[in-house]
């Protein structure tokens, strides 16, 4: 298909939404935006796109990845601007300079992790190898004593800047929560982390959170999961 026709269905799929979310069937980069807009209750068109999809519309992208977020026809791209985007429409993204670098600190880091869980133990969110995890686990223990710093020395309780809930807080609490879904021969990884735990904790009870995730859609790396279980 020529990338004028990919870019006008884009488009035409895309126009008829004020807000969509275009991303792969998959939790991903995507999911902490999904988590942030059900938190927020707000409605917006959850766009999923199969691997030739994505190839079609790939260099009409910004910078050629998604998600991107599609608000009235204006493209924006890249989870970590993203955020930054809905933070400020939303009003939850802080005011204070000290208070943003850490939280835009922590978005980073987050992403550092990610990069490495995807290096090692792929982008999934289901059980990997036992030997996968077992070399994979002294990362994120390693990741997990600067975050367990972090939140205690500059006030990260309940969310990571005190009482303010952000986009962010999605953000990190979905790698952690994907981490924990490979290392299944780890059921307690968090739990010599309190501040961790908690935050954890924090998040996925928030009540629109917690409503969300009781129902969130399978992608396909769940739905291989459950075919093979069955
Ligand atoms: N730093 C970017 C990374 C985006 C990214 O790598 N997205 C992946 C999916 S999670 C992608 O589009 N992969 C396909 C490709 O790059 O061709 C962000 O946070 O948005």
Known sequence: ??????????????????LTLVYFDGRGRGEQHRLFFADQQVAYTDKRLTGSQFMQIKK??????????????TVLADTAAINVYLGRQYNLWPSDSFTEQR???YASASEDLREQ???MIGT????????????FLPIVQDWLFYFERNLKTTGGNPYLCGTLFTPVDCR?????DQIYGCMSQY?????????????RKAVSTRPNIAKYLENRKLGISDAVVEEAEN
């Open 187 to 199: 059921p307690n990884l968090y739990d010599n982390y309190p501040m961790t735990s908690a935050f």
């Open 60 to 73: 009409s992208l910004p910078w050629g990845h998604v998600p991107v977020l599609n608000v009235s026809g």
């Open 1 to 18: 298909m020529k990338l004028s026709l990919a870019l006008l269905l884009l488009y035409i799929s895309t126009v008829f939404s004020a």
């Open 124 to 135: 999934g969110w289901t059980p990997v190898s036992p030997d996968l995890q077992r070399k």
């Open 172 to 176: 990190v609490w979905d790698i952690l």
């Open 103 to 105: 939280l835009v600190a």
């Open 117 to 119: 869980k995807n290096d």
